[in-house]
């Protein structure tokens, strides 16, 4: 179903609070209240996309919109939805060049409190022409232990052709998670699939029919930089998703699919759907794509000089510093991965040496590795070459196992406490517990890494496990056939409590429908556990 972008109204605080957040829209498709925002070029400006929150801190925070023309961004925000002595912060012009989407920096914010904020826009050419304001709402990470910190976490979004559906009422995970009222998301990585074509409708096993809203930057593979940001602005015309981002801040980091599959620095195509077969100048496109679409601090236009970057750290209080990493634009060419010498790995020298001085450095009582890829779990990229850090070898370190060694060995040496690994991308949800005593490679200490997703794609088998560093998988919850719909398997996303008072850590899987399929519970001030 081929879908035109209608008109719609904005959402205020109270109703996203109370769960009553209707679709922003005048046309629904079918009575299914999915509805798609407007780009109309009459009138005052609108900012009918939506609103985001990104990278929060205690006393700091980004805000994106995206208008319909040219207009300047004044986001103002307030301690009460009544925004009565509310704070002005002048935005940025936003014009063609970005693609009509603006990012305005907030500072000052009091820690540990719910901020109010409303995007209006005004037209550059007369300042008494302004849009209908755009509410939305986060809370600043608390300067106090005591507080906690609660988040969820997932990827994978519009994968292997699955698209918003009406029928099942579209990306009906972020509504589950919506609910939950998490202080932050984290969205790791496959935010969009810029290789993956949305048809009309696709015939499921059992005769069933699944329909997409479709758009035409979604009928190829994304090459230009208007189709890598058609496929940004796919996921938006979801309700779902225009409802959460006004309720819950992301911090979001990218893996392949927001380029190409399985991409690699240096790469060059021999897929004929590709007439740009360069994947450096594809994953330019995608990256300013990326940053356009997304509220990411080192992202932002800061005109210091300084690299515009994914991986950062995003400090949320005394409990918790989450370190994102990209594992996408500094690594080596995908191979069989039997190298006895590797000092670019999957992190790159410079991000592996940037990670060892912010671990060293965090008082953060957990600090969570935010990675776009597992360590051991076997991810083949075709017959011989393998796409993450593991390989199957089960002996010692070899290829991209060797950054990860060192990396772990640093951890333990140092008495880095803390340490938890989160990542989604193979499809399915798992616990992997890794332990010296089952490893090949035995200078580290124990450690747990958890995987959930796909937040809105198609399900997968588990992988194996490869034993180089001991992983036990002590959960494990996915299809038995690849590619299984949303309307054949659950989604799935993780949830991260920290208890103020314990300084508890609870890792809990949760599928669509509510179900936590499983919990563990860490203890604090630990090296390995």
């Not at 900012?47 to 985001?52: D, H, I, M, P, R």
Request: hydrophobic share 40%.
């Amino acid at each position: 179903m081929s879908l035109p972008v209608p008109g719609s109204s904005s959402p205020t605080r109270r109703g996203v609070l109370r769960g009553s957040l209707a679709a922003s829209a005048a046309l629904t498709l079918g009575g299914t209240g999915l509805a798609a925002p407007a780009f109309a070029l009459s009138g005052r400006p609108r900012a009918e996309w939506g609103v985001q929150a990104g990278d929060v801190s205690a006393s700091s925070g980004l805000v994106w919109v995206r208008a319909d023309r040219p207009a300047r961004m004044l986001v103002e925000t307030s301690a009460t939805e009544s925004f009565r002595h509310a704070r002005r912060h002048l935005g940025p012009l936003i014009g063609a060049s970005t693609d009509f989407t603006g990012t305005t920096a907030l500072r000052g914010l009091p820690s540990g409190e719910q901020i109010h904020y409303r995007v209006t826009l005004v037209d550059p050419d007369d300042p008494r022409r302004t849009g209908e304001p755009v509410s939305g709402t986060f809370r600043t990470a608390p300067s106090r232990r005591r507080d906690g910190v609660r988040f969820l976490w997932s990827g994978d979004i519009a994968g292997q052709g699955w698209g918003i559906n009406p029928d099942i009422g579209g990306f009906r995970a972020y509504e589950e998670m919506r609910r939950l009222d998490p202080d932050f998301f984290l969205c790791s990585g496959d935010t969009i699939y810029a290789d993956g074509v949305i048809q009309p409708s696709v015939t499921l096993p059992d005769g069933r029919i699944w329909r997409n809203v479709t758009t035409p930057e979604k009928a190829k593979v994304a090459e230009t930089l208007d189709e890598y940001r058609g496929n940004f602005r796919y996921n938006l015309l979801d309700h779902n998703v225009r409802a959460f981002n006004a309720q819950v801040p992301s911090v979001v980091q990218w893996d392949d699919h927001e380029v190409r599959n399985n991409w690699y620095p240096g790469q060059i195509l021999d897929d004929p759907r590709y007439t740009e077969k360069d994947v450096d100048v594809l994953a330019a496109r995608a990256s300013r794509a990326f940053g356009e679409y997304f509220p990411v601090s080192t992202l932002h236009a800061r005109g210091d000089g300084r690299e515009r970057r994914v991986h950062r750290v995003v400090r949320y209080g005394p409990l918790l510093d989450v370190f994102v990493l990209d594992m996408r634009s500094y690594r080596n060419a995908n191979s069989p991965g039997r190298q006895a010498d590797d000092t670019t790995g999957i992190l790159g020298a410079e991000q592996l040496a940037w990670l060892k001085r912010e671990l060293a450095a965090s008082r953060a009582v957990w600090k969570v590795l935010a990675a776009d890829m597992p360590i051991g779990l076997v991810v083949p990229d075709g017959a011989a070459n393998f796409e993450a850090i593991a390989q199957g070898d089960p002996g010692a370190p070899l290829g991209r196992e060797l950054q990860i060694a060192e990396l772990l060995r640093f951890v333990k040496h140092r008495r880095i406490t803390g340490t938890v690994w989160l990542t989604a991308d193979v499809h399915y949800t798992s616990a992997q517990h890794y332990a010296p005593e089952r490893a090949a490679f035995q200078d580290f200490a124990p450690f747990w890494e958890f995987v959930s997703g796909p937040l809105a794609a198609g399900g997968f088998p588990a992988n194996a496990l490869d034993a180089t560093f001991g992983p036990e998988r002590v959960f494990v919850r996915a299809p038995e056939r690849a590619n299984l719909s949303p309307m054949e398997s659950p989604q799935y996303f993780g949830e991260v409590d920290i208890d103020g008072h314990s300084g508890e850590l609870t890792v809990r899987l949760r599928a669509e429908g509510g179900t936590v399929l499983f919990s563990k519970v860490l203890q604090p001030g630990r090296v390995g556990q």
